[in-house]
């Protein structure tokens, strides 16, 4: 079997939701997990398999909230998305502030994402077109003009495309990694994995990136409304999650044992010079093609959850690009101007990230289908509740001290 028949099988099988969720849960904090593991020794390892099967059930416990039984006790489709959720959790409270409340959540987290991926791209560019004389700010303009076209990005299959080509661009990178380390392994008898000595900050750290790396709650529920057998949504769930545990666990281990303790935060900074700029233009193709995946979902949200925009009006096109462009044109600006941004994305990404991938889907689960659910999964719902309240409060703290240090430092 050829790699395209492949990938138009695994598209034609689980319609165009596989790569996009593949894209998500296979982004680029994978190259911080080495860093991680270093930080959490076997602890690490846990981590990483737990947060998957954990951010897998958050993801399908947040698409059974979209659902209802019937009279005949058939499930049928009453919400459609994470704002009508939130809503029905909250109707009898404040009616409309929970939607409200995770729109805006939503919104701030991909704009974030959006603005990391066009700050990482400049940077890239800047290192692996270092032979020509571009400074950053002309790189990040660069990046800017390539990323215009996705003003024009309407359907959610182009997205699907896009993101294809970047999940194949970061399983390159993957086993070029791999395959390095593999060639050094001779060297491995000497990196051990730390049994019992695991400080606090370094297991907060990796939490953080661990917990991150698997994120795609985001654009489930208009993922799962546009699959053609909705019943496969499951098995999609297992399977990706199941596949980048495999891919991030050998990634980060054998990583691992061929730096030691000489492991560095982002682990290309490892490599010898060749092999990393091959694979900095890897990572380049492949923020580049992770962009239109959050810019695609934060426009949509305003446009429909937001400003209420009428599709078939006739100035509706003109409106849907001005918001596009001036979405984009932020981001740049963000990009170009906010200091500290790492420590704010950190800071924002704590509250927003942990809240929409383990905080919130546990709660609306409970209470939506409290009366459905036995002792063990109530008491499993209940401890991702606490789970991601830990995450927000512990990455809060270590941003804000992260803050501190920078200001005082200059």
């Not at 019937?70 to 502030?97: F, K, L, M």
């Not at 799962?224 to 999609?236: A, G, K, N, V």
């Not at 560095?264 to 010079?273: A, G, Q, S």
């Not at 704010?344 to 609306?364: D, H, K, N, W």
Request: a neutral charge; proline letters at 3%; charged letters at 15%.
């Amino acid at each position: 079997m050829t790699v395209t028949s492949l990938v138009e099988g695994c598209v034609r099988g689980c319609d165009f939701i596989t790569p996009i969720c593949c894209a998500a849960v296979t982004g680029m904090f994978v190259l911080g997990l080495p860093y991680a593991l270093l930080r959490s020794g076997y602890v690490g390892l846990l981590l990483l398999v737990s947060a998957a099967l954990i951010c897998s059930y958050t993801g399908k416990i947040l698409v059974s909230c979209l659902y209802e039984e019937d009279e005949t006790g058939h499930s049928v489709r009453v919400r459609h998305t994470y704002e009508d959720v939130a809503n029905a959790c909250c109707r009898h409270i404040c009616p409309y502030i929970g939607g409200k409340v995770v729109n805006a959540a939503q919104v701030v987290e991909l704009l974030m994402t959006c603005i990391l991926y066009l700050i990482v791209s400049s940077n890239l560019m800047c290192h692996s077109l270092f032979f020509l004389p571009l400074t950053p700010a002309t790189c990040s303009i660069i990046t800017f003009l390539i990323l215009v076209p996705c003003m024009l990005i309407r359907d959610l299959r182009v997205v699907s495309r896009l993101s294809l080509f970047c999940s194949l661009a970061q399983f390159l990178i993957t086993f070029i990694v791999i395959g390095y380390c593999l060639r050094q392994s001779p060297q491995w008898a000497s990196r051990r994995l730390s049994a019992v000595t695991v400080d606090f900050d370094g297991f907060q750290v990796a939490v953080g990136v661990i917990i991150f790396s698997y994120t795609s709650q985001i654009y489930l529920p208009t993922l799962e409304e546009s699959m053609t057998d909705r019943l496969d949504f499951d098995s999609m769930m297992n399977w990706t999650h199941a596949l980048a545990c495999v891919l991030k666990t050998a990634f980060s281990v054998t990583a691992f044992l061929t730096w030691g303790e000489e492991t560095k935060e982002v682990i290309t900074d490892n490599l010898p010079t060749a092999l990393r700029v091959v694979v900095n233009l890897c990572l380049l193709a492949k923020a580049l093609l992770s962009y239109p995946l959050p810019f695609y979902a934060a426009a949509e949200i305003l446009q429909t959850g937001v400003l209420k925009l009428d599709s078939s009006a006739d100035r509706a096109e003109r409106w849907t690009l001005l918001l596009r462009g001036s979405l984009l044109l932020l981001t740049l600006v963000m990009a170009l101007y906010v200091p500290h941004f790492s420590l704010l994305m950190g800071l924002t990404g704590s509250v927003t990230g942990a809240a929409m991938t383990l905080l919130l889907p546990a709660l609306f689960h409970l209470q939506l289908k409290w009366t459905e659910l036995d002792m063990s999964r109530r008491l499993a719902d209940l401890l991702i509740l606490l789970l991601g309240c830990f995450c927000s409060v512990s990455g809060v703290v270590c941003s804000i001290k992260g803050m501190v240090t920078a200001f005082e430092d200059k």
